[in-house]
């Protein structure tokens, strides 16, 4: 398994961004899929965004689609999330995530690695 930890959350107006970073320990953080989920208070935790091992296939949940992209740097074991445009229905914490495998998933059973997760608060 990868060890995950999740940065760089915080207090942020409407309109503005955020850049979440997320650790991995492990030597085969190269070879896994990773993807970035979220959770408001009282909801699902649900998908944002997800990357193959190698970089070149993401997707996005159409709510973040334009704002957030996800990026990784395995040189750095290291997986990122850009967040552009906040708006304050995008508070939530904020969760990393590994997959068994390299392909990349949207469905969050796919994921068996998780970080401790990171609060993102938009103010309108």
């Known amino acids: 398994q990868v060890q995950l930890v999740e940065s760089g959350g915080g207090l942020v107006q409407a309109g503005g961004s955020l850049r979440l970073s997320c650790a991995a320990s492990?030597?085969?953080?190269?070879?896994?899929?990773m993807g970035w989920f979220r959770q408001a208070p009282g909801k699902e935790r649900d998908f944002v965004a997800a990357?193959?091992?190698?970089?070149?296939?993401?997707y996005y949940a159409d709510s973040v689609k334009g704002r957030f992209t996800i990026s990784r740097d395995n040189a750095k074991n290291t997986v990122y999330l850009q967040m552009n445009s906040l708006k304050p229905e995008d508070t939530a914490v904020y969760y990393c995530?590994?997959?068994?495998?390299?392909?990349?998933?949207?469905?969050?059973?796919?994921?068996?690695?998780w970080g401790q997760g990171t609060q993102v608060t938009v103010s309108s």
């Open positions: 492990g030597r085969t953080f190269s070879l896994v899929a």
């Open positions: 990357m193959n091992w190698s970089g070149s296939v993401t």
């Open positions: 995530a590994a997959r068994r495998g390299s392909y990349a998933s949207t469905d969050i059973t796919d994921f068996n690695s």
